[in-house]
């Protein structure tokens, strides 16, 4: 395992609490490597790990792990992580925490199927059995939240609801301030959905909000290669998807058709997101998907277009 340099100003350049300040929040994602962000937990990811982070918490009765670095994804890709855990600590992963089913974000844990128990929504199983991904099948699903209580660190796991997929799951560890958020944040001004193919996007812009608002957060990890972020991300992509939500309703109603609203709905007012004319695109189209399957529109004689009723 290469040792990962700090940015000098990572601290200027992402700003933290004062608490964090003795911890590593800022990185350089080119190489993998594994950084403490807080009293009782720790990220991994970089390099050639797809882009991925995820958390791990080692404790004197276990370690709980939360996602895999599954890139390039193969049952083996989870192999490095282990050793490093096994060179670091003398008890094992007793929980593999699933954060949603998405390949490159589980690929890999299936290397802690020994030890130990695998996590997930109650919506999670049928999407790994389906899809074939390479990962644990949970033996412990949930709706709603869930304690795992281990070696003195209490890790909370909620479901808010289809989201991000109708099965991702968030991970807080309230006493360390610190709330895993994989694809629904991301820092450097990004935009965190290329599109919204399995979201729910009304609900999202719930759970966003409620992210923002969620006591006990101070800093936001999210699920791809980058340092930390904070509960303003949560208000500014609520206000981001809420705006896009309402321009490409707006235009359908208007009667106008998938070309013209992409020429209409630019978001030129967010392009502050460094990716945005990257997903732009993606972005309205999948959200016309989404509102056609939301509304049903008249006939120019008031009668529903549909064939047969
Ligand atoms: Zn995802």
Redesign the pocket.
């Known amino acids: 395992m290469k040792k990962v340099k700090l940015l000098a100003l990572a601290g200027l350049i992402f700003p933290v609490t004062q608490a964090y300040a003795q911890y590593e929040t800022g990185w350089d994602m080119s190489e993998p490597g594994i950084h403490r962000i807080s009293e009782h937990v720790y990220r991994w990811g970089g390099g050639a790990m797809g882009g991925i982070n995820g958390l791990f918490v080692p404790t004197p009765e276990g370690i709980i792990v939360i996602d895999g670095p599954g890139n390039p994804c193969t049952p083996e890709s989870g192999q490095w992580f282990r050793d490093e855990l096994e060179q670091r600590y003398d008890v094992p992963v007793r929980y593999v925490v699933l954060s949603?089913d998405?390949q490159s974000?589980i690929c890999g844990t299936t290397v802690f199927a020994d030890t130990a128990v695998a996590i997930g929504s109650k919506k999670l199983r049928p999407h790994l059995i389906r899809e074939g991904r390479i990962a644990p099948i949970p033996t412990v699903s949930f709706d709603g939240s869930l304690d795992i209580d281990l070696g003195g660190v209490k890790v909370v796991l909620h479901y808010l609801g289809p989201t991000?997929?109708d099965n991702?799951i968030v991970t807080h560890i309230p006493q360390d301030g610190v709330l895993f958020v994989?694809?629904l944040s991301r820092p450097h001004g990004q935009l965190p959905n290329p599109d919204f193919r399995d979201m729910d996007v009304d609900n999202t812009i719930e759970v966003l909000g409620i992210l923002s608002r969620m006591d006990d957060v101070d800093i936001v990890m999210p699920?791809h290669n980058s340092p930390v972020a904070d509960q303003s991300y949560f208000r500014r992509y609520r206000d981001y998807l809420a705006t896009l939500r309402e321009r490409v309703l707006e235009h359908m109603v208007a009667g106008r058709t998938l070309e013209e609203i992409l020429g209409h709905v630019t978001m030129s007012d967010f392009d502050d997101y460094a990716n945005l004319q990257q997903v732009i695109e993606p972005n309205v189209i999948t959200m016309y998907d989404y509102l056609y399957r939301y509304r049903e529109p008249n006939s120019p004689g008031g009668l529903p277009i549909r064939a047969t009723e």
Request: charge should be negative; aromatic fraction near 0%; proline fraction near 11%.
């Open positions: 949603h998405h974000h991000h997929s991702l994989p694809d699920g």
